[in-house]
T-cell receptor
Framework: DQQVKQNSPSLSVQEGRISILNCDYT??????FLWYKKYPAEGPTFLIS?????DKNEDGRFTVFLNKSAKHLSLHIVPSQPGDSAVYFC????????????FGTGTRLTVIP | DAGITQSPRHKVTETGTPVTLRCHQT?????MYWYRQDPGHGLRLIHY???????DKGEVSDGYSVSRSKTEDFLLTLESATSSQTSVYFC?????????FGPGTRLLVL
């Protein structure tokens, strides 16, 4: 049973525009959330995280928003660049640094030049 | 990039044969993990280690065993490989909050 869901398998965005990737979760005990980016034939690369005490975390072009009441988080990339084309995974755990990360199935982002 | 290597990077084996995958880190991190990635499932935790000789099961541990005799090495063993274990296997390490992943091993069980 998938506790973390990414319902959009793919997303295409024009270069320079905003990319919004969404993630929903079912376990109300999740307390820490992460986004990873993955290029083909490489391992996932950590992008940004947020703990449940915040509703927003920003790092350069990347911002993650958390809505705990809706059990929903999103990753915004502004402006989108062709190098951002990759698969993005959302992950969650019951506490910061917990050993068991639960991953979504990923969203493939294509940024069109 | 975190200093994580995985070997082999690709392997083809036959059903019923034993297979061992190796993860090596140069970061001296306490925690090490093995995940598998399959279409429609994302990444799922197989086993993890919280120190030398200290390991525990993850979400999908059946058919797998692990060993950690040194801080830097974490081995994943498929005692008798099955076709359902065809997957991409990722090792990860953590010194605290965030897990960092290796490049992966693509395993095909025929």
């Amino acid at each position: 049973d998938q506790q973390v869901k990414q319902n959009s398998p793919s997303l295409s965005v024009q270069e320079g525009r905003i990319s919004i990737l969404n993630c929903d979760y079912t376990n109300s005990m999740f307390d820490y959330f992460l986004w990873y980016k993955k290029y083909p034939a490489e391992g996932p690369t950590f992008l940004i995280s947020i703990s449940s005490i915040k509703d927003k975390n920003e790092d350069g072009r990347f911002t993650v928003f958390l809505n705990k009441s809706a059990k929903h988080l999103s990753l915004h990339i502004v402006p989108s660049q062709p190098g951002d084309s990759a698969v993005y995974f959302c992950a969650a755990s019951v506490q910061t640094g917990a050993n068991n990360l639960f991953f979504g199935t990923g969203t493939r982002l294509t940024v069109i030049p | 990039d975190a200093g994580i290597t995985q070997s082999p990077r690709h392997k083809v084996t036959e059903t019923g044969t034993p297979v061992t995958l190796r993860c090596h880190q140069t970061e001296n991190h306490r925690y090490m993990y093995w995940y598998r990635q399959d279409p429609g499932h994302g990444l799922r935790l197989i086993h993890y280690s919280y120190g030398v000789k200290d390991t525990d099961k993850g979400e999908v541990s059946d058919g797998y065993s692990v060993s950690r005799s040194k801080t830097e090495d974490f081995l994943l063993t498929l005692e008798s490989a099955t076709s359902s274990q065809t997957s991409v296997y990722f090792c990860a390490i953590s010194g605290g909050e965030t897990q960092y992943f290796g490049p992966g091993t693509r395993l095909l069980v025929l």
